[in-house]
């Protein structure tokens, strides 16, 4: 009963690195959410812009509001985008 070796047989063992594990997780779940962060933010600001864009497609009876035409890209000195 006083072998050292018994405290860390079985069950014991599994537990130690099922806890070594949790804490393992726990340190480096601040630099996983700090990470993502920005990425979410970026996510949020798109979705926004998405919505206002949707809202104003709504209000305008479903017909297209932001229409863009040839002269309208000439004028601007933007080029047209060509899909293939």
Known sequence: MNDPSAALSGGSLIIGLLVLLVLILWILL?????????????????QKITNKLLSEVAASGGEPVH??????????????????
Do not use: W, Y
């Not at 962060?37 to 600001?45: A, F, Q, S, T, Y």
């Open 30 to 46: 601040p630099f996983a959410v700090f990470g993502l962060k920005p990425r979410v933010d970026e996510v949020i600001k798109q």
């Open 67 to 84: 229409e863009t035409n040839e002269s309208e890209n000439q004028r601007s000195g933007r080029k047209a985008p060509q899909f293939d």
